[in-house]
Structure formats: structure tokens, C-alpha cells
């Protein structure tokens, strides 16, 4: 699979907008996995290296890191620390109490003096231990506070959504992808979609399958019938109790690719 562009990893990280850790408070996340960092410790900068695996960006050296200062150090390294904003970017903020880099964040866009950010492991107020995945805007330009943007190895131009096509021409669906779909679309209003191009490969399947009707199988809503059909799909699998629940995993996921033409990823 191609390397992201920004704009690519940017769609991304705005579908994780609201993710919560389970439970709150705890640190526990599901970004651990992505990047393969341990699990239950601040996570910021583990948002940042999932996103970045998640989105095929080829990592920068010694960035790899659940540690804010590591993280910001590499980039220095690499002479990848900018003074000013890109989107895409990561940003760094030094807290005194600490005296060293504690949070790190994505830069959405930049306006004017300040930029839009979507970040890990914060709440609604900013704070650099929360309890997941939000939007905030801060001052970036005359801020001693900020200290700098790590600037990832993006594939540069174009656009699209994270289920574009591989090198080989063939679609992609991330099990992050459905899982995060299952999780907002289920409880949403009737037609609520997100991730709608990757839930609609996934349908699809389903449909050549004999288990999802053609009235559901275009309308890139993973929700209560289309969780029913992937519970069937499971099940004739050999899958069962909570292995069959309904929400994709990478095993059955695979499967359904491998008969139907995409390739899954976690």
C-alpha cells in the first residue's frame, strides 16, 4: 500500500475524533495496538505513530517512541523540527512543571497565528492527560509553549479516502476503519455513515455472500443489518460467542477480501 498524503492521514485522524479510552481514565486505547506501543500509559504520542502505521508513513527514525521528548528529538535529528506549521504536521508543547515536551498533537490547518489540531489522550479543555480523541485550536506564532513541528514523510499531492487501492490496483479496508464505523454508526440515526467507501467494499462481500440484501449493500452505513450480516458471516466461519459479534476482525475480514477482492488490514 502507497504511503499517505497528509491530507489522507488528516481524514483519518477526523474519523477519531471522539474516541474515548476504555475505561475513562484508565489510558487503556486502541491506538496501542496500531502502533504497537504498550498499553495503559499516555498516549498522545502513541496516537501519532498509529495514525502514521495505520496510513503506510514511512516513520522517521527513532520516532517510533510512546515518549514525547524521544519523539521530538528524532525529528530535530532527522532535521525534520520546523519553526512554522504544515498540515499534517506534529506538533510539540513544552510544559514548564515538567521542563520538558509532555504532549504532541496533528496540525489539521493552520489559520492565521494559530492552528487547528486534532489530538490523543486530551478532553475538551486541552489537557495533555484526557480521555481521548479531540479537536482543539492553539497559538502556534510567538507561543513558548509549542517547540516546534515534526514533519512526517508524506507521499506528496493527491487526495482520497483511506480505502483507496494498493499498488497492485487493489482495494484496502482497515479493520480500525469498521470498527470505528460499527462503533458510531450502529447507535446513530438511521443512514449514518462513516468510513462510507471501505464499509461499502466490506458490503459488497457480504452481498456475493448471500448475507447482506442489495437494499443495504451500497449505502456505506455499517450499522444494526449490516453488523447482523457480518455475524452471519462469522459464524460460517467457525466463529463463535464473542468472536462473532458482528464487527470485523482482521481473520474473517481477510477472509471476505480473499474471496471478494480487497485486501484487510488492521
Known sequence: MAAATAKQ??????DQVRTMERPKGSNNNKYARMAGHANGQPW??????????????PL?????SAFTPTMQGAFKRAGRLHDR??????????????????????????DGDFVR???????????????GVFRHRRRWRGSSAIRGFGRPRYAV??????????????????????????AHNAPGPEGST????????????????????ARYAKDGSFGTTT???YRQWQKRLGFTGDDANGIPGIETLRELGRRHGFKARP
Open 9 to 14: 492521514l488528516l481524514a483519518w485522524a477526523a
Open 157 to 182: 499531492g493527491g487526495g482520497g479516502d483511506a480505502g483507496r487501492a494498493g499498488t497492485s490496483g487493489v482495494p484496502v479496508v482497515h479493520v480500525s476503519a469498521m470498527e470505528f464505523a460499527a
Open 227 to 229: 453488523i447482523v450480516a
Open 60 to 64: 522517521v527514525e527513532g520516532t517510533n
Open 85 to 110: 506549521p504544515r498540515p499534517g504536521d506534529a506538533g510539540f508543547v513544552f510544559y514548564p512543571d515538567l521542563g520538558r515536551i509532555g504532549h504532541v498533537f496533528f496540525v489539521e490547518r493552520v
Open 194 to 213: 462513516s468510513r462510507p467507501k471501505q464499509v461499502r467494499i466490506v458490503e459488497a462481500g457480504l452481498l456475493a455472500e448471500g448475507l447482506l440484501s
Open 44 to 57: 498522545c504520542a502513541t496516537f501519532i505513530v498509529a495514525g502514521l502505521k495505520e496510513n503506510d508513513v
Open 117 to 131: 489540531t486534532i489530538e490523543g489522550n486530551t478532553n475538551l479543555d486541552g489537557s495533555r492527560t484526557g480521555i
